[in-house]
């Protein structure tokens, strides 16, 4: 038995300590060999693989990033003029694999979960992302790394907000969700979260800094990349896409510090905190969760199981239809970002 393993999409921490579980468990319990696709899609669609063993995965469960490289190819895109899924099981054929083991978000998952269900190539999915927006399992790894690493910077700006008395707006990821937006506001004690699931009244916002101000103390604004004012559509810097059709997020940050230093006469600033939030080592819940999950997707495989997702639920793995997970994003309940509300202003 030879299993293909591929991480796709934006690389995120923990992606290395699923590889590992996947790998120990694989070759200790059930004896199996393993190759590693590069870059996400791109590895089958082109042949470009390498070699997994215990061996090459020993060390890595701290590492951020991912061994196997990631890229956010489509195998349906125009590119490939139609022969993404004929080359996808060539490449399998060629290197003998029995059963793949996609680790990514909407868009890798996505895919996986059509070339099992509509051309019966065998997939296991394994939810990635720090936007925790797959809405098939409580948690995806990757996205508590992200909230601490923006809810340290939050603390810090405070104090560089309150030595010049000024207004800092921090941007973070998260598309068109607000978890990471909701989670490092609320611990990072800002005054005003703005979350794209909730379209934002920028005279409020200022009302807000405002009385902050008035209270002696600097406001700190953090905003989701996909956040959008009332009035008007979203902020972006350009409106290129990526090949899976996705606008490139980001801008309204910059957008919303130049509004309330015009509306309220105070001095504004912009931290964007970007790729920060993807790199770097992934903290103790990420790499239990990754571990975990990689044990459970390489039993999948052992049972023959194919079209189908290993999700928390509660402290449970469990499994789901590929589909299934994929068909909505989970986006912020308004009853959840109502409890935060005491504390904006």
């Not at 199996?32 to 090459?56: C, K, N």
């Not at 990821?173 to 989670?183: E, F, Y």
Request: with cysteine.
């Amino acid at each position: 038995m030879r299993v293909g393993v591929l991480t796709g999409g934006g690389d995120c921490p923990g992606l290395n300590a699923v590889i590992r579980a996947i790998v120990r468990k694989g070759v200790q319990e059930y004896g199996y060999d393993f190759t590693g696709f590069r870059d996400g899609w791109r590895g089958p669609l082109e042949g470009v693989t390498v070699p997994l063993s215990i061996p090459v995965v020993r060390g890595i469960l701290p590492r951020g990033g991912t061994i196997l490289g990631s890229s956010r190819t489509n195998p349906f895109d125009a590119e490939y003029a139609g022969q993404g899924v004929r080359r996808i099981r060539d490449s399998l054929a060629t290197y003998g694999i029995d059963s793949l083991i996609t680790i990514g978000g909407e868009d890798t998952l996505g895919v996986a979960a059509t070339l099992s269900d509509e051309y019966g190539i065998p997939c296991v999915g394994v939810p990635k992302t720090i936007d925790n927006d797959l809405s098939g399992t409580d948690y995806t790894f990757g996205f508590d790394t992200a909230v601490g690493i923006a809810t340290e910077a939050i603390d810090r700006l405070h104090t560089t907000a309150e030595s010049h008395m000024r207004v800092l707006v921090v941007e973070v990821m998260g598309r068109h969700a607000g978890w990471i937006a909701l989670h490092s506001g609320l611990a990072g004690g800002a005054n005003v979260i703005l979350i794209p699931e909730q379209r934002f009244d920028t005279d409020q916002v200022c009302e807000r800094d405002t009385s902050r101000f008035r209270a002696s103390y600097a406001p700190i604004v953090v905003v989701a990349e996909g956040a959008a004012p009332a009035t008007g559509g979203m902020i972006l810097k350009d409106d290129s896409h990526d090949s899976f059709g996705h606008v490139r997020l980001s801008g309204v940050g910059e957008w919303l510090a130049k509004e309330i230093e015009r509306r309220t006469g105070k001095e504004a600033r912009t931290t964007v905190l970007g790729h920060v939030q993807r790199g770097g080592t992934p903290s103790a819940f990420d790499r239990w969760l990754a571990t975990r999950f990689g044990l459970h997707a390489i039993d999948a495989v052992h049972e023959g199981v194919s079209g189908v997702m290993v999700a928390l639920r509660g402290t449970d793995i469990v499994r789901l239809p590929i589909s299934e997970a994929t068909a909505r994003l989970k986006t912020v309940d308004p009853a959840l970002y109502a409890e935060a509300g005491v504390f904006f202003g």
